[in-house]
């Protein structure tokens, strides 16, 4: 198996060799715009904001949209705190308890005590709208597989922020500012071609649990990138799939407390063994 348990209970998932992206692309990019049902390599994903993972060989084989469920991890999406009502498009305008959230395409009235927005395959396209930072109960955000583009700077300044879904967009731009939001436990950018690199002020999140930059061409090394988030008290979850990291896998790797699950496939720059320190 190229899954390696070790005796820190790390599941890790080391780079295949001769795996092109466009193969990644044409096993992983099948999830059809209405988000039914799908499945691949016999493992069935649902769209379900409630689906329960475990982490099966199965399950590591393919992109799932829901982070890996480990053993104490149902609190990353799947709670019923974090399901709020179908948000309807509109053009009546906003009452005085609600905030008006503009799209280029479309317009949204949301209550102003908000926790979570979900705004899931709405074919939205733009900037994300400034206006987000007017709700300040909101915890979780989560705009997948739309068109959106620009930088993410204005959730930065939006600190009860707990959960980040952003994937399969195209957002560009720097991340610095995210060490603002000190309550994060999940961020899923995945998909996203045009982030720079994961910041040191990543560093203050010292609640993240789970980190997906699958696909994000951060072009950075594998020193740079552990030396940023190994020490995350709480990080159980890594995935890096295809995301331009290299080098080798340093002796830092074991200055992780919590992790469970690291995925570094499709990398091919990333080289050499993996470090002792895994095993310890």
Known sequence: SKYKKTS?????????DNTTPSDLWKKRHVLNSHGV?????GFTDSDSLNIKNTL??????????????TDNVEKYYSTEDYIPKKYTKTQRSCNSNEVQIKFDNAEYCILQN?????LRQE???GELPTELNQLTQLESIDLYGNYLTGNISTLFSMTNLRHIFLPWNQFTGSLEGIGNLVNLEALNIAHNYGFDSIPP????CQNLQLLR????????????FIERTCYLPQLEVITAVNSGLSGEIPSLFGNYQNLKYFD???NPYVTGELPDEIYD
């Open 8 to 16: 820190k209970g790390v599941v890790v998932s080391k780079p295949k």
């Open 37 to 41: 049902e799908t499945r691949i390599d």
């Open 56 to 69: 099966s060989e199965e399950m590591l084989d393919v992109d799932i949209i829901q982070p890996p469920q």
């Open 114 to 118: 908000e926790t979570a927005l979900v």
């Open 123 to 125: 074919g939205l396209y």
């Open 201 to 204: 002020d990543i560093d203050y």
């Open 213 to 224: 930059i699958d696909a994000m061409n951060c072009n950075t090394t594998m020193e740079d």
């Open 264 to 266: 570094v496939e499709i």
